[in-house]
């Protein structure tokens, strides 16, 4: 088993080629697979990193939010991310924004 960090991207759990689970660029906490995936590291920049990222029980410091149309997004108010479209193409939303002058 490896864990890698994309250059400027997720971290990866890998066991030889086949995806076990990533973190995503920003969050803790890890997405696990039902079956392993194939991965390929071709035309990429990775980092080697330790394993124990995978490992630690991370407490969930997101909060559901329901945008103007009712879809529900989670802002993790640690790291101040968004899983809304607004953040995710321009990195920043009003989601964020207004959890932060509440606090």
Known sequence: ????????????????????????????????????????????????????????PVQDTRIAVTGSRGNVYYVDVQSQTCTCPGYTYQGHCKHVKTLTQAA
């Open 1 to 56: 088993m490896e864990a890698i960090r994309e250059i400027g991207g997720h971290t990866y759990l890998l066991d030889g080629t086949k995806l076990l689970a990533y973190i995503r660029q920003g969050e803790i906490s890890a997405d696990y697979f039902d079956q392993p995936l194939r991965f390929d590291r071709r035309r990429r920049s990775f980092q080697r990193v330790s394993t124990d990222v995978f490992k630690k």
